[in-house]
């Protein structure tokens, strides 16, 4: 109800007319996230130009004008990692999405450079799953778990190629954060994952 009653009031997200508005106002309020990608770097830790390359190679594509509104409101979304109370952010990301490369080796190298600079705060964690491993519980997907105040129920929010889905059911919740769980029980640690990508940055400059 409290959710409810706040999404009256309009966010500074609404004037970008984003397809996926619902989820940012939930990430607003969010005081953890736990986000798996399997492909591509999470929304959070992106940058222009990775966002930008990502954009340019979507079908439907966007016009040159359409693309920057997207990124303005992806890099004022990544505000509330340096806020005042910023909310816990993990994220586990298959090594797959490291060696893509979006953009070229510069936009990657650059990419890399901010994981590392943003996984140094107290607040995130960043953990890499390693080609090494293998198979692992989360291989074709993508997901954020975004756990809300005052004992709100959480949502997991999934994507897919034609569009998102939310699960507010306490099975799919519980369901999703045991995959989690064992996501970054298999992952590397956060120290041995920033030595991984920071090697991969060097590599991207190295040509």
Do not use: C
């Amino acid at each position: 109800m409290k959710l409810a009653e706040e999404g009256k009031q309009p966010g500074w997200w609404q004037s970008y007319e984003l397809a996926y508005d619902k989820y940012v106002g939930l990430e607003e309020d969010a005081v953890i996230i736990s986000g798996f990608q399997s492909s591509v770097v999470h929304g959070l830790l992106q940058t222009g130009d990775y966002a930008r390359a990502g954009h340019e190679g979507a079908m439907p594509r966007l016009r040159p004008d359409q693309i920057e509104k997207q990124i303005e409101a992806k890099l004022t979304r990544q505000r509330i990692l340096t806020r005042d109370n910023p909310p816990r952010l993990t994220v586990v990301l298959d090594e797959a999405a490291l060696h893509r490369m979006v953009g070229g080796r510069q936009v990657m190298a650059a990419q890399l450079d901010k994981i590392l600079v943003m996984s140094a705060r107290p607040n995130i964690v960043v953990r890499v799953l390693s080609f090494e491993h293998g198979a692992h519980p989360a291989l074709e997907s993508n997901f954020t778990i975004l756990e809300l105040p005052n004992q709100t129920p959480g949502i997991v929010y999934v994507e897919g190629l034609m569009g998102a889905t939310y699960l507010e059911q306490t099975k799919d919740l519980e369901g999703y954060n045991d995959i989690f769980n064992e996501l970054q029980s298999i992952a590397l640690s956060p120290a041995d994952s920033a030595d991984l990508i920071a090697d991969l940055g060097r590599s991207f400059r190295a040509v």
